[in-house]
C-alpha cells in the first residue's frame, strides 16, 4: 500500500522562558505512517502535541528535527498541499465574501480552471446543502452553516488526503450524521482521511486505524479491531488506559 | 503568479465593500465643494485655491487609504485565523505577501482614479480646459508613491501593532514627503558625526516628495519631461522591491501560532 503521509522522529521545540532550559517539548520523537484509503484516528488528550503535528503537516510551524511528508514531498514545500483538503476545528473564513466567491478564490490558489472551478462549486454547495445561500456573504451565515462552507473549501480540489481537525466540534447531530457520511463516502472513492477527534465512539466507528498520542510521543497505534481486541475493551477504555488514566472501577 | 491575483482579488473586494473609501470620497467632495463655494478671491485665484484644496485632500485621503488598507492586511489575518486555512492551500507566505501588496497597490490605484476624476470635473468646471498630460503624469506619480507607502505598512505591519504602524507609517511619510529634501541641507549645516547621521537618514529614505508634481497642475506649467517620470518609476519600483523583500524575509520566519 502507498504511504500518503509519513512522519519520521519527528521534534518540535516552542521556546518557554518559564519552562527548565528555556524550551518546551511539544512533540518527540513521534513516527508514524498513514497509507492510501485509510481512514486514520489522531487521539490524544489535550497538550498531547496533536495540533502541533498537524501544524507541522500543514506547514504552519517548521519542525526542530525529524522529518514529515505528504505524498512524498516535504511538508515545508507548499506543492506538498496541492493535493490535501483541511478543515479546521473553528470556521475562519471571510467574512465579507459569499460562499460562492470563497469557493472560486481557493479554487484558484488550487489552479483550477474556470470551467472545474464552476462545477466543483456547484457539487458541493449542493452537497453540503447551501446551493440556495450561495450568493450570501458568509457573515450572515449560522454556525452551522459556515462549518459546513468550511467543509466545502475542504473538498475544493478533490483531494486524495482529508486532514480533518476535530471536524464533528460544534455541530449538531444531523451535522455530525453528515460528515460521517462525507468520511465513509471519501473511503469508498478511496481517499484517505486524517482524522484528529476526541469523539472516540465516532472514531471507533469511522476510522481503520489509530495512533493514540500522549505527552508527546505515540504510546499506541494499530488497527481499531487489534487495539480493542488486545486491551479487551472499548477504544474508549483502550484510549484512557494508554494515557494512564486510571479506569473507573466496574460494578459487577 | 495566479494565486498571487487571487489574493489581490479578495483584497480588492475587501476596499470595495468597506466604507472607508465612500467616507473619506465624499469628505473629500464636500469640502472641496464647501470651498469652491466661497467667493473671496478673484476668479484666477479661486479655481487655484480649490485646486489646491482638493488635491491636497486627494493626497490626504488616498494616504489614509494606503495605510490603513495595507496595513491591516497580516494581522487581520491572523487575528481572523483565516491564515490557516489559506496557508494550507498550495501557497507560500511570500505569494501572500505579494498578493496582499499587488491587491492594495490596485485598489489605491481604483480609488486614484475616481478622485482625479472628481478633481478634473472641478478643474473643468472652474477653468474649462483639462491638460491631460499633467493629469496622467500626477495620477501615475501619485499611484508609485502609494505604492511605496503601502509596502512600507506591510512591512511595518509585521514589526509593529496596527495601530503603531498606522501612526508610525503616516508620521513618517508626512515626514519625508515635507522635510526629505532639506536633510541634506541640515547634514551640511549640523556636519560632524551627527552630520553623517542625517545624511545616511538622507539617502537611506525613499524621496517621496519627488512624486509630488501637484505645482504643476495647480499653476499649470509644462508637464514634467518623460526621461524624469521613468527614472521616477524606476526609483520607486526599486524601494517597493526592497521593502517588500524585507517583508518577505520577516514573513517567512514569523510564527503564526
New interface residues.
Given amino acids: 500500500m502507498d504511504t500518503t503521509l509519513r512522519v519520521n522522529h519527528l521534534r518540535v521545540e516552542y521556546p518557554a522562558p518559564s519552562e527548565p532550559g528555556g524550551v518546551k517539548l511539544a512533540v518527540n520523537d513521534l513516527s508514524f505512517e498513514v497509507r492510501r484509503g485509510e481512514v486514520f484516528g489522531f487521539l490524544g488528550p489535550n497538550g498531547a502535541g496533536k495540533t502541533t503535528t498537524m501544524n507541522v503537516l500543514l506547514g504552519y510551524v517548521n519542525a526542530t528535527g525529524g522529518s514529515a511528508e505528504l505524498f512524498g514531498v516535504d511538508v515545508r514545500q507548499p506543492i506538498a498541499r496541492q493535493r490535501i483538503g483541511y478543515l479546521p476545528e473553528l470556521t475562519y473564513y471571510y467574512r465579507f465574501l459569499t460562499a460562492e466567491e470563497l469557493l472560486r478564490f481557493y479554487a484558484r490558489i488550487f489552479g483550477l480552471n474556470h470551467h472545474t472551478a464552476s462545477r466543483r462549486i456547484d457539487e458541493l454547495l449542493k452537497l453540503v446543502e447551501l446551493d440556495g445561500v450561495r450568493r450570501r456573504p458568509i457573515r450572515t451565515y449560522s454556525k452551522g452553516m459556515q462549518q459546513r462552507v468550511g467543509l466545502a473549501q475542504a473538498l475544493i480540489n478533490d483531494p486524495d488526503l482529508l486532514l480533518l481537525d476535530e471536524p464533528t466540534s460544534g455541530l449538531d447531530p444531523i451535522g455530525r450524521m453528515k460528515v460521517r457520511e462525507i468520511i465513509q463516502r471519501l473511503q469508498q472513492q478511496g481517499k484517505t482521511v486524517f482524522f484528529s477527534s476526541h469523539e472516540l465512539g465516532e472514531v471507533e466507528t469511522v476510522c481503520n486505524r489509530v495512533a493514540i498520542l500522549h505527552q508527546g510521543c505515540v504510546q499506541e497505534q494499530g488497527h481499531v479491531s487489534d487495539l480493542v481486541a488486545k486491551y479487551q475493551c472499548d477504544l474508549e477504555q483502550v484510549f484512557l488506559k494508554v494515557v494512564g488514566y486510571p479506569s473507573p472501577p466496574r460494578h459487577e | 503568479m495566479?494565486?498571487v491575483?487571487?489574493v489581490a482579488?479578495?483584497v480588492i473586494?475587501?476596499l470595495i465593500?468597506?466604507k472607508d473609501f465612500y467616507v473619506l470620497f465624499v469628505l473629500t467632495a464636500a469640502i472641496t465643494l464647501l470651498m469652491g463655494s466661497i467667493t473671496f478671491f478673484n476668479e484666477d485665484d479661486i479655481a487655484r485655491y480649490v485646486k489646491e484644496i482638493c488635491l491636497l485632500l486627494i493626497w490626504l485621503a488616498t494616504l489614509v487609504i494606503a495605510v490603513t488598507t495595507a496595513g491591516r492586511q497580516l494581522p487581520a489575518e491572523k487575528e481572523?485565523?483565516?491564515i490557516?486555512?489559506?496557508?494550507?492551500?498550495?501557497?507560500?507566505r511570500t505569494?501572500v505577501l505579494a498578493g496582499k501588496f499587488l491587491g492594495c497597490w490596485l485598489a489605491v490605484g481604483i480609488t486614484l482614479i475616481v478622485f482625479y476624476l472628481f478633481f478634473g470635473v472641478i478643474s473643468l468646471a472652474r477653468e474649462h480646459e483639462l491638460p491631460l498630460v499633467n493629469y496622467l503624469q500626477a495620477v501615475w506619480l501619485h499611484w508609485l508613491m502609494l505604492g511605496i507607502v503601502a509596502a512600507l505598512a506591510l512591512l511595518g505591519s509585521l514589526l509593529m501593532t496596527p495601530a503603531a504602524n498606522l501612526s508610525i507609517v503616516i508620521l513618517a511619510v508626512i515626514g519625508i514627503w515635507t522635510v526629505g529634501e532639506f536633510l541634506n541641507r541640515v547634514a551640511a549645516k549640523a556636519g560632524g558625526v551627527s552630520g553623517w547621521l542625517i545624511y545616511a537618514v538622507y539617502y537611506a529614505i525613499p524621496h517621496l516628495e519627488i512624486f509630488d508634481i501637484r505645482e504643476r497642475i495647480i499653476h499649470g506649467w509644462e508637464p514634467v519631461p518623460w526621461g524624469a517620470v521613468i527614472l521616477a518609476s524606476g526609483y520607486a519600483l526599486v524601494y517597493m522591491a526592497m521593502l517588500l523583500a524585507a517583508a518577505a524575509l520577516l514573513f517567512r520566519r514569523k510564527?503564526?501560532?
Fill in positions: 495566479n494565486r491575483f487571487a482579488a479578495v473586494r475587501e465593500r468597506r481572523s485565523r483565516t490557516f486555512p489559506l496557508l494550507a492551500k498550495p501557497i507560500s505569494e510564527p503564526l501560532t
